[in-house]
């Protein structure tokens, strides 16, 4: 593969790793703002992320990279979640 494909593929992880931490917090907005039951949501991010996780390693993505980036998005949920809902 090349380096310029490599490149394209671990930025196209990261703006898809960001999408979905916007989408979580968006969903916390949303159930703080208006109530309701979040459960099958909060269900479904888990699953998308292990979904992403394997559609990234098919695409030829170290595991020690998706182990990475899974860790700093946990990070990252964590640290938004201390700063922005407290």
């Known amino acids: 593969m090349e380096e310029n494909d490599r490149g394209t593929i671990y ?3 990261s703006i898809g790793t ?3 931490l916007i989408i979580v917090v968006g969903l916390y907005k949303y159930v703080e703002t208006v109530g309701g039951d979040s459960s099958y949501a909060l269900l479904g991010f888990p699953l998308t992320m292990i979904y992403l996780n394997y ?18 998005a946990i990070s990252l949920l964590f640290i938004i979640y201390i700063f922005l809902f407290n």
């Open 11 to 13: 930025f196209n992880m």
């Open 18 to 20: 960001l999408g979905l």
């Open 55 to 72: 559609l990234e390693g098919k695409a030829g993505i170290s595991k020690k990279i998706l182990w990475i980036k899974s860790i700093i």
